[in-house]
């Protein structure tokens, strides 16, 4: 069965950046989408950033001109790049993926922290 491993996580100073990195077991091309999903303390798991099979791309409101989704069909690997990072992004990050538009988002990562700090 296909697994997805996050990994680039870390403490980071505010206005800083970090890159995410989503190795999956298999190829992503049997992937309808892909995404990035992040929890916060006290909050719920929300959307980040999603790309789909054709390369479409969608952000949350928040993160817009901030960070970018990437894949690399050849590595199996999904990305996400943040810059001018906020305290308000402090979260746990997770990869997400669905084999079709008619399910749910049914693979993910174990997380990975991202610590915005001064």
């Known amino acids: 069965q296909v697994q997805l491993v996050e990994s680039g996580g870390g403490l980071v100073q505010p206005g800083g950046s970090l890159r995410l990195s989503c190795a999956a077991s298999?190829?992503?091309?049997?992937?309808?989408?892909m995404g990035w999903y992040r929890q916060a303390p006290g909050k719920q798991r929300e959307l980040v950033a999603r790309?789909?099979?054709?390369?479409?791309?969608n952000y949350a409101d928040p993160v817009k001109g901030r960070f970018t989704i990437s894949r690399d069909n050849a590595k199996n690997t999904l990305y996400l790049q943040m810059n001018a990072l906020k305290l308000e992004d402090t979260a746990v990050y997770y990869c997400?993926?669905?084999?079709?538009?008619?399910?749910?988002?049914?693979?993910w990562g174990q997380g990975t922290q991202v610590t915005v700090s001064s």
């Open positions: 790309i789909t099979s054709g390369g479409s791309i």
């Open positions: 997400a993926a669905r084999t079709s538009a008619a399910t749910m988002y049914g693979y």
């Open positions: 298999g190829s992503i091309l049997s992937f309808n989408a």
